[in-house]
């Protein structure tokens, strides 16, 4: 009997239940996957199903966490290793876990999150570039005082589960980046979590497709 559940939206679109789903995995928290379709305004299935009406929403062992990087810390007490082992470098990698979940708002108005398109070339505001060359130089240091191929090191960590939707994002709008950081995407594309992820997108109903990220505002020709 599972000990939870962690309530999440669409995969092919919601980069937030991602991240927590991601976390969760890494953990091996055994909890029971409640997907709910996204819809084209906020979705009163999720309002009654999490307390702030966002996913992802976890629920373990009567603990109750919302918020992406409450998750990722929940998870990281429950199976330490998800964080460097070094003072310093777990500091680091918390402070650009924490730097994603609260910024780089540019990159995802402009590329929001679809598993299944190419926009390649688009979404290429002012601010986007911004936060790009940001995302490069935070991933250069990262894999340089680690190691690579990840950001954490070796294991793809909670750091990464962080990053992991801004990758689909240059996948999908295929930005102007360095090789290093191609290097990257690849690594977490190539990931075991994230081929299942994207395997399960692929497999969610036509039905659940949502014309505001089909056919989203900075799309090539939009
Ligand atoms: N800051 C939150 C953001 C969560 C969020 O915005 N989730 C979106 C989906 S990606 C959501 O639940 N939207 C409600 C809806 O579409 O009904 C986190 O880190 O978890």
Redesign the pocket.
Known sequence: MPEGRLVI?SKR?????L??WLAVQLAGLDVEEVL?A??A???????AA?P??????LEHREAKV??????AEYCAEQAPGLWPEDRVLRAHMRAIAAEM?AGFRGVRQAMP?NLGRDFAGGGRTAEALADIARIEAVWREARALCGGPFLGGAAFGLVDAMYAPVVTRFITWRPEIRAEAWDYVEAVRAHPLMERWYAEAAAEPEAWRLDKYENPAHAPGA
């Open positions: 939206g679109y919601s980069s937030w239940s991240r927590g709910i996204l819809e305004a906020p979705s009163a299935a999720i309002q999490t702030t009406g966002l996913v992802p929403y919302w918020e992406s990087i409450a998750i979940h999150m």
